[in-house]
Nanobody, 127 residues
Framework: QVQLVESGGGLVQAGGSLRLSCTAS????????MGWFRQAPGKEREFVGG????????YYADSVKGRFTISRDNAKNTVWLQMNSLQPEDTAVYYC????????????????????WGQGTQVTVSS
């Protein structure tokens, strides 16, 4: 079993930055692709970014491309989401997830690709 815990959320003004962390415990996630999703009130959970097990592939939603960066350190069992140039529309609960296998590739955006989920961390961007 894998437990994922997100941290780093908070309140930030538009144009600001936040760095979210996701730390895994229980079992290693070094052999799994990882993803970040977000869910705003009244909306479906949406894909933000994904990273392969060895960091050789990163994938982003068009809405965050060029502003957000996903990275990982397998020795620390941790994945990060660096978020720059934040906008009010980025306000959501952000979730970390561990995939079934090494890569998510074309399936990164699908929630069904992921088998473990964190509880989420709130990000609020004020205008």
């Amino acid at each position: 079993q894998v437990q994922l815990v997100e941290s780093g959320g908070g309140l930030v003004q538009a144009g600001g930055s936040l760095r979210l962390s996701c730390t895994a415990s229980g079992r290693t996630v070094r052999d799994r692709a990882m993803g970040w999703f977000r869910q705003a009130p009244g909306k479906e959970r949406e894909f933000v970014g994904g990273i392969s097990y060895n960091s050789d592939g990163t994938y982003y939603a068009d809405s965050v491309k060029g502003r957000f960066t996903i990275s990982r350190d397998n020795a620390k069992n941790t994945v990060w989401l660096q978020m720059n140039s934040l906008q009010p529309e980025d306000t959501a609960v952000y979730y970390c997830a561990a995939a079934r296998g090494y890569y998510c590739s074309g399936n990164c955006f699908e929630t069904a690709t992921y088998v473990y989920w964190g509880q989420g961390t709130q990000v609020t961007v004020s205008s």
